[in-house]
């Protein structure tokens, strides 16, 4: 599992919703933390700024680059500037304005759905009836993040490395001391990432290594028990790749993810069939009060109400139903289907997301279209709808745990949070389609199937996005004997190896040697990093190619290499001095910085392009 987040800052506890004004704005004309006018101002800059700034960037950068960085790092940045004025208690305010802006901006990057559909010569609905569609899904992707986070956040305590970015980002820039103390750590890995992300883009060579900042800043943020298992895995990918060809798992020139997504993904879904087997049995336990919990152990702002979130996702799923058969004459049958493949890959994403800040959005639809070929599913646009409803789901629900891994650092309030982020859901899924309608509209190249016109000359309308998507569904009925084993073997794989780490992990012996033997550090770090490395950190080499995982392992191994020398050779705190929080490590704000500064970079190219185009 990822290694255990640090405890929140003893000044973060405290509920938002609690404070009652006791630290005044420090300007006099800002409304007072927690009235109607303070989410009023929130609402209005994230809703109407924050939000479509970040939405066109990655509605931009998916129609032209096939990827998209979310909103989070430059909201975060600008919300912090609003809520400045109300000193550290100003960090919440900031979160709820990135939580909203980024749903939109992820609801926005879903624009190239119309544009698969287009691809696939679906008749278009109206525009309101697309809407409809996307915010119900939207709504419900965000009830199933919520019921996860407990999991994912609170107990599996999951880095969510950009998340963690963003909580040390808000806190710095809120807080004098602590803006003081890491701004140059900051400031110099935000620089160092948008300096890097530019001379890759400009230079081939550089290019061609396939280095990104913020891979190893996400290394950095996670530390190298996380991140040397992406590497073996991706070098064992790439060992047993001229084998996979000879046996016709792989074509000549395939490369080894085209099957080891579903071997990735499988090997999540065999580790967490493991940890929720153990919480389904402590959960039993609890409930005959063999593992009673202490009264008022859980903070306020940690408080959700479980039998109406409950009620959410079914509210939103029945709506999801009825607006897919009534309004789009979808067939139920797949329909739900896609809500159930929903609700488990809301699960094994945010795993994959906290771990690696990787979103497999597109591996997992990819996966949804084999399975529904496997029940016989032979009709494209059916595929396209059902399978919709997860690449949305998976989207906002993960970037729903990043944001709640983002809030338990700072200790903001959940229920808030939540409301913040139904708000941008809203205003993403009126967005998405409008954007979708503009980019197609402004630029006919994005409406011409570039499968079945290879030659087609785009310029920079790669929609490489699309291009899988459709590629995918145009499969359907295809599948192949070997796919099915991949996924049968990875299922294998990652359940047996976290029944083997669990088992490690519960013996006596083997613990005593670990804790006791001078020798323990190094046997315990072979053990989970490479003997029996966690199956969800594994996983992410067989999504990713191979100089990608050797970046991410080369972060976090720098990481770690640098924070044994620091605590073997730190020396003890002057009088009177306060340290920084234990979350914001040398490395972990280096690494931070280097995601926020690639993030930026691609964010203002993503507009520079989009104003360039219309002018």
């Known amino acids: 599992m990822a290694q255990p987040a640090q405890p929140l800052p003893s000044n973060s506890a405290e509920s938002p919703s609690a404070a009652t004004g006791s630290e005044a704005p420090r300007f006099s004309f800002l409304p007072a933390v927690g009235t109607w006018k303070y989410h009023l101002l929130l609402s209005a800059v994230a809703i109407f700024i924050l939000g479509p700034l970040g939405g066109v960037a990655a509605s931009y950068m998916n129609f032209s680059l096939g990827f998209f960085v979310g909103g989070q790092v430059l909201a975060g940045i600008l919300g912090s500037a609003v809520t400045y004025g109300y000193g550290a208690e100003g960090k919440h305010g900031a979160n709820y304005m990135q939580t909203m802006a980024a749903s939109v901006a992820s609801l926005c990057a879903m624009s190239v759905l119309v544009q698969a559909m287009v691809w696939l010569g679906m008749p278009m609905p109206p525009a309101w009836q697309l809407m409809l569609f996307v915010g119900c899904v939207g709504m419900f992707g965000v009830g199933v993040g919520m019921l996860y986070t407990p999991l994912l956040v609170d107990r599996l305590q999951l880095d969510y490395p950009s998340g963690y970015a963003v909580a040390n980002i808000l806190r710095a820039l809120t807080d004098k001391r602590l803006l003081k103390a890491s701004i140059a750590k900051l400031g110099g890995g935000a620089g160092m990432g948008a300096l890097v992300a530019g001379l890759t883009e400009k230079v081939v060579s550089l290019g061609s290594l396939g280095l990104s900042a913020s891979t190893v800043g996400a290394g950095m943020v996670v530390g190298s028990v996380v991140a040397v298992p992406v590497a073996i895995m991706g070098v064992a990918g790439y060992a047993l790749t001229p084998y996979l060809r000879e046996i016709g798992w792989l074509g000549p020139q395939d490369p080894f993810r085209k099957i080891g997504f ?26 005959r009060g063999a593992a009673p919990v202490a009264e008022g152990d859980e903070p306020a702002w940690k408080k959700v109400n479980v039998p109406r979130l409950l009620a959410w996702v079914l ?13 789009l004459h979808q067939p139920v049958g797949f329909i739900v289907f896609g809500l159930v493949l929903a609700l488990l890959f809301v699960l094994i994403n945010g795993i994959a ?7 497999p959005i597109s591996s997992a639809f990819v996966m949804s279209v084999l399975l529904m070929s496997m029940l016989g599913l032979k009709d494209p646009l059916v595929g396209l709808m059902s399978s919709t409803i997860l690449l949305i789901s998976t989207a906002v629900g993960c970037d729903m745990q990043q944001d709640r891994s983002t809030g338990w650092r700072l200790g903001t309030n959940r229920v808030v949070q939540f409301r913040y ?29 570039q499968l079945d016109n290879p030659g087609v000359k785009t310029g920079q309308w790669g929609s490489a996005m699309t291009y899988k998507l459709v590629g995918a569904i145009r499969d359907l009925g295809s599948l192949s004997d070997h796919k099915i084993k991949a996924l049968l073997f990875g299922l294998a794989l990652g359940f047996g190896l976290e029944v083997a780490r669990k088992l490690v992990r519960r013996h006596a012996g083997i613990q005593r040697f670990l804790n ?31 100089p990608v995982s050797i970046w991410f392992a080369a972060g976090g191994t720098l990481a770690s290499l640098w924070n044994a020398a620091t605590q073997r050779f730190a020396s003890p705190p002057k009088p009177g001095e306060q340290a920084l929080p234990e979350d914001m490590s040398t490395t972990s704000l280096v690494g931070g910085g280097l995601i926020a500064g690639e993030s930026l970079y691609f964010l203002f190219v993503g507009l520079y392009g989009l104003l360039a185009l219309m002018t």
């Open 353 to 359: 997301y906290g771990i690696s800040d990787n979103n």
């Open 262 to 287: 579903l071997i990735g993904l499988a090997m999540i879904c065999g580790a967490a069939l493991v940890d929720l087997s153990l919480l389904a049995v402590q959960a039993v336990a609890r409930i």
């Open 315 to 327: 509210f939103w799923g029945v709506a999801v139903v009825a607006v897919a058969t009534q309004v």
């Open 421 to 449: 982020q139904v708000l941008g859901i809203t205003m993403g899924a009126i967005l998405c389609v409008g954007l979708a309608r503009v980019f197609m509209g402004a630029y006919p190249v994005l409406a011409v199937n």
């Open 516 to 546: 006791e033997h001078s020798a323990g550090p190094a046997v315990r770090w072979t053990l989970d990093s490479v003997v029996l490395a966690s199956p969800y950190a594994s996983s992410f080499g067989a999504f990713v190619a191979l």
